[in-house]
């Protein structure tokens, strides 16, 4: 599940509305393990997309753990 996840957000990353739509489906049926390895890939992924990187604040408001 996790690699289909980077692989749709990555096909939705020219919206970040529905980017995010995505990325809380994701958090909510991605194993823990997994949303560590998730949140990493965003880190990366997100470099020069600052129209995305409010993305990873709000992850962190949907999982009160980064």
């Keep these: 599940m996790f690699e289909y996840t980077k692989m ?3 096909k ?3 919206d970040s ?3 995010f739509k995505e990325l809380e489906k994701a958090l909510k049926i991605l194993l ?3 949303i560590d390895e998730l949140v990493i890939w965003l880190k ?3 470099i020069g997309k600052p ?4 993305c990873l604040s ?3 408001v949907l999982t ?3």
């Design 64 to 66: 009160n753990n980064y």
């Design 8 to 10: 749709l957000l990555t």
């Design 51 to 54: 129209e995305l990187s409010v």
């Design 32 to 34: 823990p393990y997994e």
């Design 58 to 60: 709000r992850i962190k």
């Design 12 to 14: 939705v990353s020219f």
């Design 17 to 19: 509305d529905l980017f």
């Design 44 to 46: 990366e992924f997100l």
